[in-house]
């Protein structure tokens, strides 16, 4: 991994600032990469789910035997991201069908994949259009699961 630096540059603090006027440095790492995210505090009790994706935002980095690693501190904040795509689903598991009763489907995506969605949500018109083949549908998740569905 390697690390651009930007020219040295002056900066003036204001009047009575301090050590506190120091430019805040935004760090986007290369896409697909993996941190360590250590979350302390409140941050810590902030419900998450695997493979949800999630923005965080003030936190203090540093380098560690085990590569860049981030803490969270007083400040930070988790922003829950949604992302809309479009998906071509290959079946559905539910329930009664091998699942727990759990109020949600498993729904199983033609490139192998499986979200889960909430049963209210699954249409019975997605059923005919898996029998004719895979259904496209137009998708809004958080994390694994589909939060809103339509074809």
């Given at each position: 991994?390697?690390?651009?630096?930007?020219?040295?540059?002056?900066?003036?603090?204001?009047?009575?600032?301090?050590?506190?006027?120091?430019?805040?440095?935004?760090?986007?790492?290369?896409?697909?990469?993996?941190?360590?995210?250590?979350?302390?505090?409140?941050?810590?009790?902030?419900?998450?789910a695997i493979g949800e994706m999630v923005r965080v935002t003030h936190v203090r980095a540093s380098n560690t035997e085990y590569g860049v690693q981030v803490n969270s501190t007083n400040f930070t904040k988790i922003e829950k991201q949604l992302s809309h795509q479009e998906l071509e689903v290959a079946g559905v598991l539910k329930d009664g069908e091998g699942a727990a009763s759990s109020g949600f489907f498993q729904v199983l995506l033609a490139c192998g994949e499986t979200l889960m969605i909430d049963e209210g949500l699954w249409d019975p018109s997605f059923d005919a259009a898996i029998q004719e083949g895979i259904l496209k549908l137009r998708a809004e998740l958080e994390g694994k699961k589909i939060i809103k569905a339509a074809m």
């Open positions: 991994m390697t690390t651009k630096l930007s020219a040295v540059r002056k900066v003036e603090a204001g009047k009575g600032a301090g050590k506190e006027a120091v430019p805040p440095k935004k760090d986007h790492p290369a896409e697909k990469s993996t941190i360590t995210v250590s979350l302390w505090r409140e941050a810590a009790v902030e419900p998450l």
